[in-house]
């Protein structure tokens, strides 16, 4: 069972999220909250698997509530919810450390599906789907000059290399299916991998070590078309 708690300013929102979710048995509405400082401390309080986060409230909005929630360390994950548009606080939502996001008019099967991917630390958003938001927000990311060495982190020189390697294809949008066809590696291998690759930079799930990745020079933006 999956527990979670809605978070949205419009209580239309909030009834329709609920009658799609208590009409799946894996699913378990246990609280709803109207803007960001109620959301940190039901989560708090009720500690649920996954908090379903609108971005756009009165008050604390939802980037500053998902900051605040996982720097708590606890188990519960947030899943935002965007209109995208290229929606600008996207970027912002996932570098405060959302495990993913969704558009609002996402399908049904497709919003349960990341609750679910979410649950189980994954991330929501297919990474090449990642790859693209992130290349189109590029220019909230550092400014490097082409061919600059990676930024001095200690996180960095924990890794071995074949792990760097891994952390660059994570980057660059490849599953971990191309990853494995791609550098002649079994895909449980694969996993492994990436697991001690998350461990030692400290992500929580494959969105934030994109980020990380892109944050210290690893991969650079795709050029625009």
């Known amino acids: 069972m999956t527990t ?10 909030r ?4 009658m799609l979710l ?3 048995p894996d699913t378990e ?6 803007h ?4 940190v401390r039901l989560t708090a309080d009720l500690r649920p698997d996954v908090v379903l986060m609108d971005i756009r409230m009165p008050g604390m909005d939802g980037i500053e509530a998902t900051r605040r929630i996982v720097a708590t360390g606890g188990r519960s994950r947030v899943l935002v919810l965007t209109t995208f548009d290229l929606d600008e606080y996207a970027h912002s939502a996932l ?14 099967e497709e919003l349960l599906s990341g609750i679910r991917a979410v649950a189980v630390g994954d991330a929501v958003v297919a990474p090449a789907i990642t790859r693209r938001l992130l290349d189109a927000y590029a220019h909230h990311l550092p400014t490097r000059p082409p061919g600059a060495a990676p930024v001095e982190d200690s996180r960095l020189n924990a890794l071995t290399d074949r792990e760097r390697e891994i952390l660059v294809a994570v980057a660059q949008g490849w599953s971990n299916n191309e990853i494995a066809s791609r550098l002649v590696l079994a895909e449980s291998t694969v ?6 690759v998350m461990a030692k930079i400290g992500a ?21 078309v």
């Open 4 to 13: 979670l708690l809605i978070v949205d300013d419009q209580p239309l929102q």
């Open 204 to 224: 929580r799930d494959r969105v934030q070590a994109v980020i990380f990745a892109y944050d210290r020079g690893l991969t650079r933006p795709n050029p625009p």
């Open 22 to 24: 208590e009409s799946q």
């Open 95 to 108: 570098r405060a450390g959302a495990s993913g996001f969704l558009l609002k008019d996402a399908r049904p």
């Open 29 to 34: 509405v246990v609280g709803e909250a109207a």
């Open 15 to 18: 009834y329709g999220f609920r």
């Open 191 to 196: 996993k492994t991998h990436v697991s001690r």
């Open 36 to 39: 960001g400082a109620e959301a």
